[in-house]
């Protein structure tokens, strides 16, 4: 059975106390004038009127700074709750009608957003947020790593997003995929030169002009431009540029002396890349000059892969995009696949699960979306010494399959920690329970699965005793199996049996 759930800390408990006094202090402040006079005409309304400055002194100010991330995150998550019951806000905060309620939510997020904040991720807040923080970063000068999401009316918000990025000087990290542009980059190649990681996968809105402002940022070792508008010349020219700057850096070092060499790594040590249309005398450079590579991603294939072999660091493989045996992935994997940790594996034609068994037992996390397989069904044996996926602890298996091909996989991972499955929906309790009546999972701690057509809660009551470990149970609602009432009635059950273990979408 799942473990009971535990006392929370005193840190935990204050942090959940301060989200709900936030939402209570917002729902309260809010109150408009329109709102009050439809809900009692005749009645008189006490509001509380804020002071912002002492409400960002009360929240943060004798708070230790290392605290100051997880009020942020509390302190938003009250604000989104009393968004979400305040009546007047249905408009998803419009100039419409009254704008008190927008000015008092708007002044609680800059209030109460910790100015010593250094990670900021956007991407989980709901879109108001969003965008009153990306207004406002000219007062988040601490910034290192900044993940933007962006929202409905991002272009309005752009030039004002812009300006203040320029501010921002501390930034080590950047994420902006899909909706990044040439503007955006050279702002960063102008003022955060010592940024580290560049993720802007996605963007189409990047192109062969941002490559001269990337060739700026000389401290990253982190660069991914999948699926952007930067072309195979432009690609090439990034890659030369960045050969020219870390030759010229060592040819600098060799004329200092012993003692004034540093012993940092030079510019542009590329540890992640990821990028697409690549060709072969492009996986040739990477091999000769950028060996400190661990983790690559290439999308759209036309290349051989096995040119890949003789990246000596390489541990983290993602492909998107191409076909095992054309593209040469089968020859990588047989010379390379003994030192690989990740393999993950997107739009992939004719994979083969038996040579990845056999040559990949290293693996620790295995990813398979919307590919397609060999048309042989692997099957487990014992012509082979070595034990297949001993090591593996994550399983990502989103293809319309045979349940044989989810079988061969399921039968071996002893270690298994977490197991997502989506788009067969064959899959039911009999399944389940054969699987762990020869693999009893005893590590698998999340378990989900999609669209389901035949499982039931029997199954999740069948996880629970196999699996000691098993905190989280996802897709339920998905599953024909289980109907809502049966579904509030088992969520019901477990609270009051105070189980650790969480019911996810």
Known sequence: MPRCKQPQTLEAIALKVFSLYIRNVGCAASVCATHMRALQPNEDYDRIMLNMNCLAEFLYGALPRVLAEKMTRHVL??????????????????????NKCRQVFEQMIVAGTSPHLT???????????????????????KLKVLIVTTFYGWELSNQ???RDLS????????????????EIVHVLGQYCKQLICLNVTGAVGITDSSVENILKLKHLQQLHLSTTSVTESGFLQLLNGMIKVHQEAQSRKSDQSPGDRLNEPGPFSLKKLGCSFVRNSQLSILVEHFQCIT???????QCDLSILKDLKH?????LVGGNFVTDNVKGLLEQKGSALQVLDMLLIQDVDLMLIRICCDELKVLSLRSCSFKSIVPHNSNEHSLKPFQKLEELTFYVQCSLLYLQFLLLSCRNIKLITVGLIREVDDKFIAFMLSINSMNCLENFKVYFSNHLTLHTVRLLMTCCPCLSVVGGLETWNG???EELRHFKEELKSSNLALSIVR
């Open 77 to 98: 998550d009250g604000i989104a709750q009393a968004m979400d019951e305040t009546a007047c806000t249905m408009d998803e905060l419009k100039w419409t009608d009254c």
């Open 119 to 141: 990670h900021l991720d956007l991407s989980p807040e709901p879109f108001h947020i969003r965008k009153v923080l990306c207004e406002n970063l000219h007062k988040l000068l």
């Open 160 to 162: 004002t997003f812009v």
């Open 167 to 182: 501010l921002l000087q501390n930034l080590v990290s950047f994420s902006m995929e899909h909706d990044c542009t040439d």
């Open 295 to 301: 983790q690559i991603l290439l999308g759209t294939l």
């Open 314 to 318: 390489l541990k983290e493989l993602k």
């Open 482 to 484: 289980v109907s809502q």
